[in-house]
């Protein structure tokens, strides 16, 4: 187990990657049965083949990730951050060219050096919102 700051610097990475869009320098930031929990899109096969199966989801998309809060205890490294981005769409709500900002937080779990396990938390809903998404309640039976 590395010390909590490489842990720390460890989760910096990854998002610093992500906005990047460097799909292969993260491949070689997590280990090969690497999961991510919460969010879109889900059943994700494990390791860098869930990795470049998440980016090609995104479609065209350009997006800023700023760090809020780095905690790490142990093996685990929690992040608050906030997204910049625009994207064709989301959830299949095209966005027209609106720019989106979200938050995120993410727990990453570390094994010797690679990100092990991610867990994810955004504001989806609000995402939602911000391309004027229509939320309508089910139809009754």
């Known amino acids: 187990m590395g010390s909590v700051e490489e842990n720390k610097e460890i989760a910096r990475r990854f998002l610093d990657l992500v906005s990047e869009d460097n799909v292969e320098e993260l491949c070689g930031l997590i280990t090969p049965s690497w999961t991510l929990h919460g969010g879109p899109p889900g059943g994700l096969p494990p390791g860098p083949a869930g990795m470049r199966e998440l980016f090609r989801s995104f479609g065209a998309i350009e997006q800023r990730w700023t760090i809020d809060d780095v905690i790490a205890e142990k093996d685990k490294v929690v992040v608050r951050a906030t997204n910049h981005c625009r994207q064709e ?30 867990w994810r938390n955004a504001d989806d809903l609000g995402r939602l919102l911000q391309l004027e998404a229509r939320i309508e309640p089910a139809a009754a039976d």
């Open 89 to 118: 769409s989301f959830l299949g709500v095209p966005s027209h060219g609106k720019p989106q900002t979200f938050t995120a937080t993410f727990i990453h779990r570390i094994a010797d050096g690679e990100i092990d396990e991610t």
